[in-house]
């Protein structure tokens, strides 16, 4: 299959007090882009036969990886990925993943690609158990939110169908935009699952039932024990943990 990872985001935020790079994928770890641990974790698996990188020339040394294709990135992340599908020209099912996952692993990958294998499905979403994370890396500061089945934060991996990015890029806009905010991504599904949610009833299988009756798509959500898949650098303390644990 082929990957996307999606590292266009400029460095505007609290991040910029660490490192000055002008974009976030650029941000230095032990002297090394921060977008090159994603891209040398998926040059070494077999499946992965091409990485579409959207971001910054000259961010990276493209001679060093052979699988890599670097794209501008776009105005919004979802512009940015619909360039990457659209390059890439793929029909089969892309791994899209965030630039700011220095952690994240082979073994993390194939253990969310075997577990996605075992069910029929357009999207498959990772999730990350709360204790899986504080397990490993404790004091990190997660977004969570508590379900039926457990207190997951979102994954920063997602394998989807390429024509589901391009038959429903305003869905999928919104997804992006509300992606720090569980409750409100959760009202898109009706002010029942907001309820239920809330009072820490709703499930993962009703969330895939009523996201499939809603777009006609089937959706997986994948629940991995990996806590790197859930780890994103995404202000100062986060940088300074995956500096210690990389050095």
């Known amino acids: 299959m082929e990957a996307i990872i999606l590292g266009g985001a400029m460095n505007t935020g609290s991040l ?28 070494g ?7 579409a990188v959207v971001t910054q020339e000259g961010i990276i040394d493209k001679s060093k990886w052979p699988k890599v294709e670097v794209l501008p990135p776009g105005k919004s992340m979802l512009d940015s990925l619909l360039q990457a599908v659209r390059y890439l020209d793929s029909e089969g099912l892309l791994l899209v993943l965030t630039s700011d996952i220095p952690l994240i692993s082979q073994a993390a990958l194939q253990d969310f690609l075997g577990e996605c294998s075992k069910r029929e499905a357009d999207i498959y979403y990772s999730f990350v158990p709360k204790e899986k994370i ?31 990015i391009l038959s429903y890029s305003e869905l999928i806009q919104q997804a992006i935009a509300l992606r720090k905010h569980p409750l409100k991504l959760c009202n898109m599904l009706g002010l ?52 210690s644990i990389l050095k």
């Open 45 to 51: 698996m077999e499946e992965i036969q091409r990485i």
């Open 134 to 164: 504080e397990e490993k890396y404790q004091g990190v500061k997660r977004t969570y939110v508590r379900l039926k089945d457990g207190i997951f934060t979102g994954g920063n991996v997602v394998l989807l169908k390429s024509k589901v």
């Open 16 to 43: 910029r007090e660490a490192d000055d790079s002008p974009y976030e994928a650029g941000i230095k770890i032990n002297n090394q882009p921060m977008i090159e641990f994603v891209i040398a974790t998926l040059e």
């Open 192 to 243: 029942k699952f907001l309820f239920r949610l809330i009072t820490g009833r709703l499930t993962i299988a009703e969330i895939e039932a009523r996201v499939e009756q809603i777009l006609k798509l089937k959706v997986a959500g994948i629940t991995s024990l990996y806590p790197e898949i859930g780890i994103d650098v995404d202000k100062p303390s986060d940088l300074k943990l995956v500096q």
